[in-house]
Structures are given as structure tokens and as C-alpha cells.
């Protein structure tokens, strides 16, 4: 099983899956990584871990059908048999979503459908959990579809939010769990134990 990722930052749920398939934990070779950024630590990431790393972006590509384009050319240049978000954050345009459909999970650092969709990335998902008095949070590995963090759920795992959280405390705690979901998702996706095409709307 080829992994593609895509990666606008940080990238640290993608060093997770490098490292577990790197220890033989999960069966899958990272064979392209693709950020809209081209500072990314994510790049650096692939760099140093000798995974191909390509910059697109809209600067790169300012018409946005030629960027899909790319991005597709890429993932199948490349072979990728799974696409994975990881803090990616731009929609994929139609060209790779249809091309990929069912393919293409995404990391959400909450128990969707709550906590998603537009302007819930980053800080501001942890933000809503505690002003909302969640007692609980978790994280959520979803298919991707054209809209925002709504695609049929493949994983979750419940993480607490303790009295006196911060943002930042409770996105640390999330953080951890994501670092073990994702690529113990993909092992199950690898093994067959996960079928995603039990998954497709
Ligand atoms: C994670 O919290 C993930 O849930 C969200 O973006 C963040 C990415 O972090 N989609 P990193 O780049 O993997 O460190």
C-alpha cells in the first residue's frame, strides 16, 4: 500500500505513520509527500526521510484546475494507493477527489460531526470543545468528499477534557491520540481488516 501525503505544516501525524511503517508497524510505504507551503516542516520532514517532496500551490499553479492536475499527475506518477491528509489545508479539487474517491482519509482533531467543518482547523476546534462544555473531545479519521469534514467515518477514539483545560492543553492531549490513530487505522486499512469500501456513501 502506497501513502500519499499531503501536509501544509507541522506534519507530525505524518512522521507517525513514516515511523510506525519504519519500525514494521504498519505495512505501507510513504512515497510522496505534497505541501501548498513550500517552508513546511512537513517538506523538511520528507527531505530528510528521502520521501520525494514536491511544492503545489496556488502560486505554483495560479488557474485552480492545473493545480488539481498537478496534485493528481503527482499521486499517480507516484503510484499512491491511499491519499493522506495530514493538516493539509486546502480543498483537493475535483480532479483527484473523483480520481480517489474513498481513498483519501483526513485527520480531525474532534469527535466529527461536532467540531467540524468551515473555519474548524487548528486551535479554533479545541476552542469550541471547551466553550461548548464538552466533557469529552477525541479524534476522528474520516473519508474525504467535497465537503468539509462531513466524508463517512472510519475511526475514532474519545480523549477527556479535564476541569481547567486550555486550547492548548486539551489539543496536546488530542494530539498524542492522533499520533496513534492514524497509523493504526492504515495498518487496518494495509491488513484488509478495514474495508473502505464498506465505507463509501
Ligand atoms: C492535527 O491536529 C490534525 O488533526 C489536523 O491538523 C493537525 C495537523 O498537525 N487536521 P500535524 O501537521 O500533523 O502536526
Known amino acids: 500500500?502506497?501513502?500519499?501525503?499531503?501536509?501544509?505544516?507541522?506534519?507530525?501525524?505524518?512522521?507517525?505513520?513514516?515511523?510506525?511503517?519504519?519500525?514494521?508497524k504498519l505495512h505501507a510505504r510513504p512515497v510522496v509527500v505534497i505541501s501548498n507551503n513550500a517552508d513546511s516542516t512537513a517538506?523538511?520532514?520528507a527531505r530528510s526521510e528521502g520521501i520525494p517532496g514536491f511544492y503545489l500551490s496556488g502560486k505554483?499553479?495560479?488557474?485552480?484546475?492545473?493545480?488539481?492536475?498537478?496534485?493528481?499527475?503527482?499521486?499517480?506518477?507516484?503510484?499512491?494507493?491511499?491519499?493522506v491528509l495530514a493538516g493539509y489545508m486546502k480543498k483537493l479539487g475535483p480532479g483527484t477527489l473523483s480520481r480517489f474517491t474513498g481513498r483519501i482519509l483526513n485527520i480531525h482533531p474532534a469527535l466529527l460531526p461536532k467540531h467540524g467543518g468551515k473555519g474548524?482547523?487548528?486551535?479554533h476546534v479545541h476552542e469550541s470543545v471547551i466553550a461548548d462544555g464538552e466533557k469529552e473531545s477525541g479524534v476522528t479519521i474520516?473519508?474525504?468528499?467535497?465537503?468539509y469534514d462531513r466524508g463517512p467515518i472510519i475511526a475514532q477514539v474519545r480523549v477527556?477534557?479535564?476541569p481547567g483545560d486550555t486550547p492548548e492543553?486539551?489539543?496536546?492531549?488530542?494530539?498524542?491520540?492522533?499520533?496513534?490513530?492514524?497509523?493504526?487505522?492504515?495498518?487496518?486499512?494495509?491488513?484488509?481488516?478495514?474495508?473502505?469500501?464498506?465505507?463509501?456513501?
Request: aromatic share 4%.
Open 1 to 24: 500500500m502506497n501513502i500519499g501525503f499531503l501536509a501544509s505544516h507541522g506534519g507530525s501525524n505524518m512522521q507517525a505513520i513514516i515511523d510506525a511503517a519504519k519500525k514494521g
Open 43 to 45: 517538506l523538511e520532514r
Open 60 to 83: 505554483t499553479h495560479p488557474d485552480p484546475d492545473s493545480l488539481d492536475q498537478a496534485i493528481l499527475d503527482t499521486l499517480l506518477a507516484c503510484n499512491v494507493d491511499i491519499v
Open 120 to 123: 474548524m482547523y487548528g486551535i
Open 142 to 147: 474520516h473519508l474525504v468528499t467535497e465537503e
Open 160 to 162: 477527556p477534557v479535564e
Open 169 to 201: 492543553m486539551l489539543a496536546q492531549r488530542v494530539l498524542i491520540q492522533e499520533h496513534i490513530l492514524y497509523p493504526a487505522t492504515l495498518e487496518g486499512i494495509a491488513t484488509g481488516e478495514i474495508n473502505l469500501d464498506n465505507f463509501k456513501k
